[in-house]
């Protein structure tokens, strides 16, 4: 049986090596080919152009240093190779005026911190399904 995520690069950002550890986990049980991981929306945004073979799906967590996940969002949409790609917001922001700016910039799917990891997998195959497929 073909895993959700077979031959598929994810691109994580997040400033918290552990959560990356975590996220790097459940995409590779989803079969995921390929994890790219960065520590902030600058180097997110150095991945994405210095990449050579498409981005199926990107995960960043709304709240780092320099670049915001909101920021690097935003960038996505604007930028040719990636303003298609599906998008899910990882975040501890609950307030209702952060979740407002957030659905005014476009984005459409998060998951709140703390996460279970079934969580993430079920709006993983939502995200897949919705786009038809990654």
Known sequence: MTKILDKKTVLVADDMPHIQYIMKDILMRMG????LLASDGKQAISLVESQTI??????SDWKMPGVSGLDFFKWTKSYDKTKNVPFLM????RSKKQVVDAVKSG??????K??????????ITQLIENQGNL
């Open 107 to 112: 984005v459409r799917h998060y998951v709140g």
């Open 32 to 35: 995921c080919h390929k994890v």
């Open 90 to 93: 990882i975040t501890s922001e």
């Open 54 to 59: 498409p981005i199926d799906l990107i995960i």
């Open 114 to 123: 703390p996460f279970k990891p079934q969580e993430i997998m079920d709006k």
